[in-house]
């Protein structure tokens, strides 16, 4: 996405596709010669700056010292496990109000999705799923993974999401090795399904640039899809969907305007009749990345059933976008800010990342610029 990366907290996440595995088009896909001062530098931190919530809402440190930690799972006896991606490991986090970390493994190719199912820790890299036995309380691995799938390696999108449906199969979501091509490798942008042993592959949705976040509300899934570059600071919007078997959400000739899939301008001729809209949308660039529906009652009952996303902020915007969590009602697919404060002067303190919903209500938010986790709580905790 961008040449001449000045600045390591993107760098990790960033490979330059495979000519050879797509055809491209080559129209308004110039970069520019360098990213954004708001991105020229990244300083990990951990202390929270002065954030903006809603009356009662409170944010504190629950851990920090990571290299770039993005995704998160809940264990079975009430853990949590972290993926820190540029560093190659996993940590498992301990206690309520602040997270005791220990290395559960490392040497991992970009680890980014995390799954609990069946005694096993899944662990979605950047080109296969492993698993790890696993027992409540384990704190490391007891001994090497097993390789499940064999996913799509490198390419623009390298990072890999996973979640286990109500139906007991896995969902592993691939980002597209471009822009805006049309790939040859149908694992790319798209979600495909497996056997919690990884057997029985099926595509299962497909038009995703690079669906991060993947989460289910009763029996469907629903994603946050980063749209395409290069097209100004204000198109595409960043698009959410609500998945079925076999649908197509629109990359890379269509993506969504006013409720409608409309052509992307590179693909003019194409044929959008057959492409899903998206249900809720946010400011171009913005890079959605994690969706959790909030169902714990620590929160007030209207946040009940909403999802909570996790925007990353604009990496292409001459001024940044983003940055911020947003709250998204599926029924009507209005978004509103939930938390804010990231931004300080057009330059990035904090880019959230990963979202998790813990027993007792309180939600958890990893920070891939900061290196830490925070925990949000209302009222008295």
Not at 293 to 314: D, E, N, W
Request: aromatic share 10%; proline share 7%.
């Amino acid at each position: 996405m961008l040449t001449a990366l000045a600045f390591s907290g993107l760098a990790a996440l960033m490979i330059f596709p495979v000519q050879a595995q797509t055809t491209q088009t080559q129209t308004s896909q110039t970069p520019a010669s360098l990213p954004p001062a708001s991105l020229r530098a990244r300083v990990p931190s951990s202390t929270l700056p002065p954030l903006r919530l809603p009356a009662g809402f409170r944010a504190s440190v629950y851990a920090s010292g990571f290299a770039q930690p993005r995704l998160m799972a809940l264990a079975p006896g009430g853990d949590v496990a972290l993926s820190d991606m540029k560093a190659g490991r996993v940590y498992i986090l301990r206690g309520s109000a602040a997270g005791i970390k220990s290395l559960y493994a490392s040497g991992l190719n970009l680890p980014h999705g995390l799954a609990f199912h069946g005694g096993f820790l899944y662990v979605a890299t950047s080109d296969a799923v492993l698993r790890y036995p696993y027992r409540s309380g384990d704190t490391s691995a007891s001994g090497s993974p097993q390789k499940v799938v064999a996913l799509a390696g490198g390419g623009e999108h390298v990072s890999r999401t996973l979640v286990f449906g109500p139906d007991g199969r896995m969902y592993v979501s691939t980002g597209s090795s471009c822009n805006a091509c049309r790939e040859k490798d149908p694992r790319r942008a798209a979600v495909w399904s497996y056997t919690a042993d990884g057997k029985d592959g099926r595509l299962y949705a497909s038009g995703l640039r690079n669906a991060v976040g993947l989460a289910w509300r009763g029996g469907a899934l629903y994603v946050s899809s980063n749209g395409r570059d290069y097209l100004g600071d204000t198109t595409p919007r960043e698009q959410f969907f609500k998945l079925k078997q076999g649908g197509f959400y629109g990359w890379p000739t269509c993506f969504t305007v006013s409720g409608q899939q409309k052509n992307d301008p590179d693909y003019k001729g194409a044929d959008c009749r057959r492409a899903t809209a998206a249900f809720a949308t946010v400011h171009a660039h913005s890079a959605p990345m994690d969706l959790a529906l909030y169902t714990g009652r620590m929160f007030p009952p209207s946040y009940q059933g909403k999802f909570v996303a996790a925007l990353h902020g604009s990496s292409m915007n001459a001024m940044p976008v983003g940055d911020k969590l947003v709250l998204i009602d599926p029924a009507t697919g209005a978004v509103s800010d939930f938390m804010t404060g990231l931004l300080h002067k057009d330059t990035y303190t904090n880019r959230p990342v990963g979202l998790l919903v813990l027993p007792d209500g309180s939600l958890l938010v990893s920070d891939d610029w900061a290196g830490m986790v925070y925990r949000i709580v209302y009222g008295e905790d």
